[in-house]
């Protein structure tokens, strides 16, 4: 793949929301795919979030692969949310990394393998910066080392325009994926960069969502040719 899959630069703000509960992120994607539809706003978004515990379901379902009971799920804490991407259940919680690009596709002239690839691409490349070599696996998008999956990818496009995204495990709570067949697969492991420094025998003290962050950035510049500036949520 070329290092960038869109030929002409265009601008995006990327905008930080900390730590923010899944639905209220949901809600601002869809406000702001509303007003990229009505040409409200022209400027593409990218939201950077790290999510309360919650896991999703995705166009596929996901019931069938969560493991525990409500009531379970209900005494940890753990909301239960149906949505429109792509893909099966999967866990969110504090410590991953979770990138949602609200952009103009059709706009782009960029195909839906391409951004999928190059989503994956940018988590690649972001696993390099801390030295783990991770790869894409023919069971299912995403990034991966070995049978351990680091990374994942869920879109949905409306209109031409992306939403939802990427998920990257750095340094979360990975016991409750094992309450969930994880994107519907059986017989795989979770994994995240802490995880796999500590394998190494590499000191990951060090390990800051800020340099995940800039990672991200720097990487979607790079593979999606976009030039970024930097909004704080209100």
Not at 71 to 92: A, M, P, W
């Amino acid at each position: 793949m070329p290092e960038g899959i869109i030929s002409n630069k265009r601008s995006a703000v990327f905008i930080d929301l900390g730590l923010m509960e899944y639905k209220r992120a949901l809600d601002l994607q869809i406000k702001t795919l509303k007003l990229k539809i009505d040409k409200t706003i022209i400027e593409d978004r990218i939201f950077f979030v790290e999510h309360s515990p919650v896991f999703t379901l995705g166009k596929r379902g996901g019931k069938e692969n969560l493991t525990v009971s409500k009531e379970f799920l209900k005494i940890k804490g753990i909301d239960l949310v149906q949505t429109d991407r792509g893909g099966n259940i999967t866990y969110h919680g504090p410590g991953q990394a979770v990138l949602y690009p609200v952009i103009d596709l059709e706009h782009q002239r960029v195909g839906v393998k391409d951004f999928v690839f190059g989503l994956e691409e940018i988590m690649k490349r972001t696993a390099l910066d801390f030295n783990i070599d991770a790869d894409r696996n023919q069971l299912n998008h995403g990034i991966w080392i070995g049978n351990s999956k680091i990374g994942s990818v869920g879109i949905s496009i409306k209109k031409g325009i992306s939403f939802h995204g990427l998920a990257m495990n750095i340094n979360l709570d990975l016991e409750p994926f094992s309450w969930i067949n994880p994107c519907g697969l059986t017989n795989i492991s979770m994994t995240s960069v802490e995880k796999e420094i500590k394998k190494a025998g590499s000191n990951h003290f060090g390990l800051s969502m800020k340099q995940v962050k800039n990672s991200f950035k720097k990487h979607f510049s790079s593979v999606l040719s976009y030039d970024i500036s930097e909004n704080h949520a209100d």
